[in-house]
């Protein structure tokens, strides 16, 4: 329950080479009746119930805002509540509408509805819809052609090459492995891979399966692309009028997760307090994209980890269970990345890898890649950029020293640089100043722990 994810997807505007369709094309419409909902009366009575339980009285319009439904649809609800006795007009509004509290008998039963399910959100769509809603906006349908991926990245220091590497990979829709020495840019370019996946995406805010309401929309993962408080006028919601507000639309997603990931955490979360079921992280990851960085480094063997994707790799569906034990299979329409710094063979007998569809490594950098990354990162510092220097880091340490070239070291070495140059009120950086940096920076470590630099460091210009 504590996985931490680091939600990176959203960081850029709209995707290059993106153009969002028309909401005419991709938004599904307002079910006008309690039949169209897929949902069934005394499920969406309990919703109600749960919504007056938490907030007392509430009108027509705050009942069909917080349940995400058509006015008629909560009219036709609070009609049948009201005929069982578990719902009352308690009087009007200031706008003449009638507002609603629950009963005694109301409050009974509402409570026994929180035990059965917790979830008490916006209405949830039946699992078949989640289904079909996958299925008509997958990564298959997402084009991605090689200029399309030299102008998502024509401001990032990397080798074509690479990404013409990259670019198939996430285009075929099968899982990627990158692999490389720690520095070399391999967590900062999978995490802007995102950037070549255009369009929106409609993510529920929950799914029902076998009558529990699964919770899908994360707000920490997912970015609406209408702004709260943007939502229809009152009087929209009082006519079967507009798009399926039980549908949020998103940029495609992306979520980042490392050593702190957890078996747990691919499987279905409940809690036990609030009787809340959670989507696991590949759930949320749907129609976009899940990396997990620093494989070999989560306390399950890796060898476990890759089994847990064997199926939902081949059947591009991912089978689920509730805390009753009732199982569900969802589509799996996720672009996974694998991202270490280990060896491959080390986490996976050779039969296994050739599984994974893409193998990249990254490399060290060249020599003209580090200077333009040095150069780009004196610009960003406020740093006068002295040709001079960046070839005495080059020949002087790297070389001299055996150091590779790697992505992190420009930003590391001149963050240090510049923490010294304020410090003593110097104006301008010296061969003194850069040699204090880099024993500051690579201390007294052998060359071979000095080859790999910071596992968690990437430059902003990485490759």
């Known amino acids: 329950m504590d996985t931490k994810l680091d939600i990176t997807g959203n960081e850029d505007a709209a995707p290059i080479g993106s153009s969002m369709a028309a909401a005419a094309d991709v938004l599904p419409p307002r079910p006008a009746s309690v ?3 897929g949902l069934s009366p005394l499920y969406l009575m309990d919703l109600l119930s749960k919504q007056l339980l938490e907030q007392g009285v509430l009108d027509l319009h705050q009942l069909s805002r917080g349940a995400a439904l058509a006015g008629s649809v909560v009219e036709t609800l609070c009609h049948l509540l009201r005929r069982e006795g578990r719902a009352e007009v308690r009087g009007q509004g200031e706008n003449g509408a009638l507002r609603f509290g629950l009963t005694e008998l109301g409050r009974a039963a ?16 039946p699992l078949e819809v989640y289904t079909a809603r996958v299925r008509a906006q997958a990564l298959s349908d997402v084009g991605i052609s090689r200029s399309a991926v030299m102008a998502a990245f024509a401001d990032t220091v990397v080798e074509p090459a690479l990404l013409d590497q990259l670019g198939p990979g996430l285009h075929s829709g099968r899982a990627m492995f990158i692999h490389g020495e720690p520095g070399t840019g391999k967590s900062y370019m999978a995490r802007r891979l995102v950037r070549l996946l255009p369009g929106e995406v409609l993510v529920p805010h929950a799914i029902l399966a076998g009558g529990k309401a699964v919770r899908c929309f994360d707000p920490s993962v997912h970015s609406p692309l209408t702004p709260p408080g943007t939502e229809p006028a009152a009087a929209a919601l009082l006519l079967a009028e507009g798009h399926d507000p039980r549908f949020v639309r998103c940029r495609r997603p992306c979520v980042v997760t490392g050593g702190e990931l957890t078996m747990e955490r691919l499987e279905v979360q409940y ?3 609030t009787h809340i079921h959670l989507a696991p992280i590949q759930l949320l990851a749907n129609n976009g994209m899940l990396v997990i960085d620093d494989l070999g480094r989560q306390r399950m063997a890796p060898m476990e980890l890759f089994n847990r994707w064997i199926v939902p790799l081949e059947e591009r569906r991912d089978f689920l269970a509730l805390a009753n034990g009732y199982h569900f299979s969802v589509p799996f329409d996720v672009a996974l990345v694998f991202s270490t710094n280990l060896d491959p063979l080390s986490l996976a007998d050779a039969a296994f890898l050739r599984r994974i569809g893409y193998k990249i490594r990254f490399a060290p950098l060249s ?46 070495l001149l963050g240090l640089a510049g923490d010294h140059l ?42």
Do not use: K
């Open 35 to 37: 039949e169209e909902t």
């Open 110 to 125: 509402t409570m026994e509805a929180l035990i059965r399910d917790g979830y008490a959100g916006p209405a949830p769509v």
């Open 271 to 273: 809690d036990h307090a």
């Open 367 to 412: 020599r003209e890649a580090y200077r333009e990354i040095w150069a780009r990162q004196c610009r960003e510092s406020g740093i006068a950029c002295d040709p001079s220097l960046v070839d005495f880091v080059i020949y002087e340490l790297h070389a001299r020293l055996g150091v590779p070239l790697l992505a992190c070291h420009p930003r590391d």
């Open 422 to 463: 304020r410090y003593w009120g110097g104006e301008t950086l010296d061969r003194e100043m850069l040699t204090w940096a880099w024993q500051t920076y690579f201390g007294d470590f052998s060359s071979n722990d000095r080859a790999g630099g910071d596992a968690h460091t990437s430059g902003r210009n990485a490759s």
